[in-house]
């Protein structure tokens, strides 16, 4: 093996990581978000306000990725709905991963809230997640799969209330579009230097 095939290698593999975690950024329809709007409208449990929020964030896609917030409250006894958001979850998390969804942020409430500007009450939160999702395509061929599911229904089972909503843009320092890249070239540096190393031995 040459130099030129370990660089080359590494080059192929970051291409395959790239169109896997960024994808070639396929923007919905109209025709495509009306689709699931009917959907949601049919199974899903949101207000009208919410159905126009989800419309209006998929209508302006902008082909990129773009992180869910969540904020969460555990029913009580917390501890088997805790088990019931991990099985939802295990599902949830499992189906988004294939598509380069991940979480990027999982916290717990360390007390009550220390701030609370203008809002009426404070709400308890538990847990606060980040989400990060590839696409709002992807978003869109998820959803059908988990409205009026099953797992959904142990989400709603574990919570006594959540809040969530999409952000974008957003910026994460370091996370897999860095990270990748660093440890692709990392390993092609390492073997370019066994090559050499193993050269200079078979020279004397």
């Known amino acids: ?28 329809t109209a025709e495509e978000v009306e689709a699931l709007m009917a959907l949601i409208a049919t199974h899903g449990r949101l207000t009208e306000q919410q159905r126009e929020n989800v419309r209006g964030f998929l209508l302006n896609d902008d082909g990129k990725d773009f992180v869910m917030v969540n904020l ?11 088990k ?17 969804g991940h979480p990027v942020m999982v916290a717990m409430a360390a007390s009550g809230s220390v701030e609370n500007v203008a809002c009426d009450q404070d709400e308890g939160w538990g847990a606060a997640g980040m989400i990060r999702y590839r696409s709002r395509r992807d978003l869109m061929e998820i959803l059908p799969a988990t409205i009026g599911s099953e797992h959904h229904d142990l989400k709603l089972e574990s919570l006594e209330r959540t ?8 910026f994460l320092f370091g996370g897999p579009k860095v990270i990748a890249p660093l440890c692709i070239a990392l390993l092609a540096a390492l073997a370019h230097l066994a090559m050499v190393t193993m050269g200079s031995g078979l020279a004397l």
């Open 84 to 100: 019931k958001l991990a099985r939802y979850q295990k599902i949830f998390l499992g189906a988004l991963l294939r598509k380069a």
């Open 72 to 82: 969460l409250l555990l029913k009580n006894p917390r501890r088997e709905s805790a």
């Open 163 to 170: 809040f969530a909503f999409p952000a974008s843009p957003w």
């Open 1 to 28: 093996m040459n130099a030129v095939v370990i660089w080359v290698t590494a080059l192929l593999i970051y291409a395959l990581f790239w169109s896997w975690y960024v994808g070639f950024r396929r923007k919905v």
